[in-house]
């Protein structure tokens, strides 16, 4: 069974500082892609980054970056310069040939001003 | 235009009541998904169609039954709602590939079971 874990519930950072939100997974699957999704207090889900599990170069989009490691199962995200609006849960998630997708439990990002 | 559309995007209803969540899509995808979003903010996936096939079935109870009458059309009944219904219920649709495309997810829909 395919299993994606967050163990921080609720994480703070000082604005413009940069914070990472910590994801690990286990899958015995060789093909497989890592999601972030974030999830303001609107409700809505917004995506944030991919990265597929044959991708020799960590993803990166605007101020968000994704740490890929492999052999550790990790797939952290790595916000820089962390804004107000970046407050959220944030949710990573995985998928898996046949289109199946599974989230983690998600973490509360609090940005301080 | 919207990508995922859901309606309605509240629903208050009384236990005992059947109700049905309806969900489109316009960006012609394969896959339709429906999750909940329980108090804790856990996204559990429920149902998974491909082209009108029911693809995956998670532990559900059967009072939940989804209907896909074309690829771009999944709605989500539900009868006789209990207390423990209520949650956040979204619809995502992705194409159908090796499992390395992005959800598209509607707005939700927050069900409130009195």
């Known amino acids: 069974a395919q299993k994606i874990t967050q163990t921080q519930p609720g994480m703070f950072v000082q604005e413009k500082e940069a914070v990472t939100l910590d994801c690990t997974y286990d899958t015995s699957d060789p093909s497989y892609g890592l999601f972030w999704y974030k999830q303001p207090s609107s409700g809505e889900m917004i995506f944030l980054i991919y990265?597929?599990?044959?991708?020799?170069q960590n993803a990166t989009e605007g101020r968000y970056s994704l740490n890929f490691q492999k052999a550790r199962k990790s797939a952290n995200l790595v916000i820089s310069a962390s804004q107000l609006g970046d407050s959220a849960m944030y949710f990573c998630a995985m998928s898996f040939t046949g289109n199946q997708f599974y989230f983690g439990t998600g973490t509360s990002l609090t940005v301080i001003p | 235009d919207t990508a995922v559309s859901q309606t309605p995007k509240y629903l208050v209803t009384q236990m005992g009541n059947d109700k049905s969540i309806k969900c489109e899509q316009n960006?012609?995808?394969?896959?339709m998904y429906w999750y909940k979003q329980d108090s804790k903010k856990f996204l559990k996936i429920m149902f998974s169609?491909?082209?009108?096939?029911?693809?995956i079935n998670e532990t559900v109870p059967n009072r939940f039954s989804p209907k896909s009458p074309d690829k771009a059309h999944l709605n989500l009944h539900i009868n006789s709602l209990e207390l423990g219904d209520s949650a956040v219920y979204f619809c995502?649709?992705?194409?159908?590939?090796?499992?390395?495309?992005?959800?598209?997810f509607g707005s939700g829909t927050q069900l409130s079971v009195l």
């Open positions: 960006l012609g995808h394969d896959t």
């Open positions: 169609y491909n082209n009108k096939e029911l693809i």
């Open positions: 990265q597929g599990s044959y991708d020799q």
């Open positions: 995502a649709s992705s194409p159908w590939t090796g499992g390395n495309e992005k959800l598209f």
